[in-house]
């Protein structure tokens, strides 16, 4: 019954790096792209709608890449890159430091990011506080 199906009941996340698998990991991406689609067009909260429509290009393209890689590669190089971006995720301390040497091996200076980050979250605070009158 769909009010009791998770779901990881539908696509289940591998628990250890050899669980993985490229087939595995699109088919979690791809049934979370399409809950996310859904709940993009049908969530009556237009913010959270929203949300889950970033969130569904996320997935898409995850689902997306794994399945590519499994057709160009195939099965067992394509498994061990399923298996390397699983224990990266599993090991979250080092995805900012990661993006972080990414970003410079692209000719990136990461800290000019920080600063439009902090611009945008500058301009958010300013938008928020209510002026003259209002309350």
């Known amino acids: 019954m769909a009010d009791k199906l998770s779901i990881e009941d539908l696509a289940p996340s ?6 993985a698998t490229a ?3 699109a088919k979690q991406y ?3 792209a399409h809950l996310h689609f859904r709940l993009g067009f049908d969530h009556p909260d237009r913010d959270k709608a929203d949300q889950s429509m970033g969130m569904f290009t996320s ?3 995850i689902a997306y890449l794994f399945r590519e890689i499994k ?7 394509a498994d061990g890159v399923a298996r390397n971006f699983w224990e990266s995720l599993d090991n979250p301390h080092t995805l900012g430091p990661d993006v972080w040497s990414w970003l410079t091996e692209y000719g990136i200076d990461p800290e000019q990011i920080n600063g439009i980050a902090e611009r945008l979250i ?10 003259g009158g209002e309350a």
């Open 14 to 19: 591998p628990q250890r790096a050899e669980d």
């Open 23 to 25: 087939e595995g990991l």
């Open 30 to 32: 791809a049934a979370f």
């Open 59 to 61: 997935f898409y393209s």
């Open 71 to 77: 057709t160009i590669i195939g099965g067992d190089a």
């Open 122 to 131: 500058a301009d958010d605070a300013k938008a928020e506080v209510p002026t």
